[in-house]
């Protein structure tokens, strides 16, 4: 293991790996409740296409794991950490040859309150794989060896931010904060810097009739490459004087002035203002709307229940980084055996950024009892239903994302679908990238200490009607509790994915058993 760890590292695994080090001593200084809890997983896997080959090219290969990890959370008067590493060394046998792998996994977090009701900083570090380009085979898997397809690449991130929040005497709330955070990918796309502060200030509780916010942002990242970097200033603000208990006047003021590579001639960036009311009868309805100089707002809500809402929100603004309409919503219920949910939204981003905000990507479902874990730790004995896989690109793009969720719970059984539709607009080149796809799981508890887990998905990706893949994904997991510090899985797994191009058409079945030990 010493090998594989000396092997793997990175000069971005370097500056984590102090990262994590800084913050394990930091957190052990406070008194609290801390919990270490170190732990391996062993495994066996087999599968008839280790390197995800076309259809006659397949090779069937013996994959050994052991994956060492510690797991480290706790809580003092000053101080949350929540760190969790693991090295999965892998050791292939088969007909393709002999080879030995091995990934870096990292989930770090931490807040601290340096001055009492003041001065907090915040830190992360993450180490993991992802996928390289959509279009090609071998995205989906950490298994596939070196010699394989080579669709995966490591990524390495992390952000220190330290931050002033008062609420000066209950006028004023303030929020001033600089965060620091870098990027380092092997292949694909280029690592970056990133350098921003933000002001964010509101009415306090002494403000009655009139309400105000006010937010300034510059963040500037520079790319490792000839990509150019991207810089986003934002300011903008807005005021609500009560006329009624039921009718508020509105007025919005803000400037953009964004920076970036793009093929259209001219970002136009400028300011904006508008005016308007925001009407709300009672708690289960509101309706608002603004029109102005460069900006028109509508937004819309329903509370029928405490369990059920409806947000809509429409702008048409005619500067920054993404002008003219855009949407965003969202839609929850919950009953007492199922819950609901839908989302919209339309930002601007780069890959940078969306590899360093965890679990957008996957929906992670607890095999013991069939619930979501909404930020699992790479030790966690999880079951990954993939939501979104993305291309890595050093350009900037406009995401466009919509999702919907239904999930139900029963005595002894769970049931969850999720549906989504991802666009992807690409600055410079102006491609267009769309990737839609439906995952489904079924929880089964066969005995207290016994669960069965049926997931299964299909996934469509489409770039500029130039490639077109399909991916169908089935996987059958039986997970046993052994006893408190020892948990045992058998699964098998089946792959197809069918392409307009031949060389990435592939289909794989594998069966692989794992045991995790905790000390």
Same mark, same amino acid.
């Given at each position: 293991?010493r090998v594989?760890?000396?092997?793997a590292?990175?000069?971005?695994c370097?500056h984590?790996a102090?990262?994590a ?6 957190a052990?200084v406070y008194a609290?409740e801390w919990d270490i809890?170190?732990r391996?997983?062993?495994g066996?896997?087999f ?8 259809s ?5 290969g013996l994959?050994t794991?052991?994956?060492?990890g510690i ?7 000053r101080l ?9 060394a ?7 040859g002999?080879d030995?792998?091995s990934?870096?996994q990292?989930f ?5 309150e340096?001055?009492? +009701?003041?001065f907090f900083v915040? /830190?992360? !570090?993450?180490?993991?794989q992802t996928?390289i380009? *959509?279009?090609r085979?071998g #995205?989906?898997s950490d298994?596939?060896?070196g ?9 390495y991130g992390?952000?220190i931010?330290?931050?002033?929040r008062n ?7 303030g ?5 620091h955070?870098?990027?380092f ?6 690592g970056?810097t990133s350098?921003a ?8 509780r002494?403000?009655r009739?009139?309400s105000?916010?006010?937010n300034l942002?510059h963040?500037k ?7 150019? +970097?991207?810089t986003f200033?934002r /300011?903008d !603000?807005e005021a609500r004087?009560r006329?009624s208990? *039921?009718f508020?006047l509105? #007025? ?5 002035d ?6 259209r001639?001219?970002l136009?960036?400028?300011s ?5 009311g ?6 289960f ?23 059920t809402s409806?947000l809509v929100n ?15 919503g ?13 989302s919209y939204t339309e ?19 607890d095999?013991?009892?069939g619930?979501?874990?909404d ?5 966690d ?5 993939p939501?979104e ?5 050093d ?5 466009k994302?919509?999702?919907g969720t239904v999930?139900?719970?029963?005595g002894?059984s ?5 549906v989504y539709n991802?666009?992807?607009?690409y600055?410079?080149s ?5 990737t839609?796809?439906v995952t489904?799981s079924?929880?089964?508890?066969l005995a207290p200490r016994t669960?069965s887990i049926l997931?299964?998905?299909w996934?469509?990706?489409e770039?500029d009607?130039?490639t ?7 996987q059958?997991d039986l997970?046993?509790r052994?006893?408190?510090d020892l948990?045992g ?6 792959t ?5 191009e031949?060389?990435?058409n592939?289909?794989?079945?594998r069966?692989?058993?794992r045991?995790?030990a905790f000390f």
């Open positions: 293991l594989l760890w000396l092997r590292m990175r000069p971005g370097l984590l102090g990262l080090i800084t913050m394990v001593s930091y052990t609290g809890t170190p391996v997983t062993l066996e896997t599968t008839d296409n280790v390197n995800l080959e076309p006659g090219e397949e090779d069937a994959i794991e052991v994956t060492p797991h480290v959370k706790g809580k003092s008067a949350i950490a929540n760190i969790d590493y693991q090295l999965q892998l050791f292939y046998l088969g007909d393709g002999n030995v792998g990934n870096h990292l770090a977090d931490i807040t601290g340096l001055v009492n +009701d003041l915040d /830190a992360s !570090g993450r180490i993991f996928t380009d *959509t279009e085979r #995205g989906g298994l596939v060896s010699t394989g397809a080579g669709n995966r690449t490591n990524v992390y952000s931010s330290p931050y002033l609420n000066f005497g209950g006028y004023v709330n929020l001033a904060r600089y965060t955070s870098r990027t990918i092997d292949d694909g796309a280029s970056s350098n502060f933000s002001l964010n200030l509101s009415s306090g002494n403000f009739q009139l105000w916010f006010g942002l963040r990242q520079e790319r490792n490459s000839s990509a150019g +970097d991207v200033k /300011a !603000g004087y006329l208990s *039921t508020s509105v #007025g919005q003021e803000g400037y953009r964004d920076d970036f590579r793009t093929s001639n001219d136009n960036n400028g904006y203002w508008a005016v308007g925001n009407w709300q009868p009672s708690r309805f509101f309706i608002g709307a603004t029109k102005g100089n460069n900006l028109a707002t509508a937004s819309f809500g329903l509370f029928p229940t405490r369990r409806l429409w702008q048409d603004l005619e500067v920054g980084s993404n002008p003219g309409e855009t949407w965003t969202s839609f929850s219920h919950r009953s007492r055996r199922t819950t609901w949910g839908a930002r601007t981003t780069t890959t940078q950024d969306q590899l360093l905000e965890s679990s957008t990507r996957n929906v992670f479902i095999p013991e009892t619930e979501v874990v930020n699992p730790q790479p030790g004995n999880v079951v990954i239903q939501v896989d993305f291309t890595l690109t350009e900037v793009f406009v995401r994302r919509a999702t999930g139900m719970k029963t002894k769970g049931l969850r679908l999720t991802v666009g992807r607009v600055e410079e102006r491609t267009e990238e769309t839609n796809g489904s079924w929880n089964y508890r669960n997931t299964a998905s996934r469509g990706t770039r009607e130039s077109d893949n399909d991916r169908w994904f089935v059958f997970v046993r052994i006893r408190p948990l899985s058998i699964n098998f797994r089946h197809q994915q069918d392409s307009n031949s060389r990435n592939y289909t794989e079945n069966i692989f058993a045991i995790t």
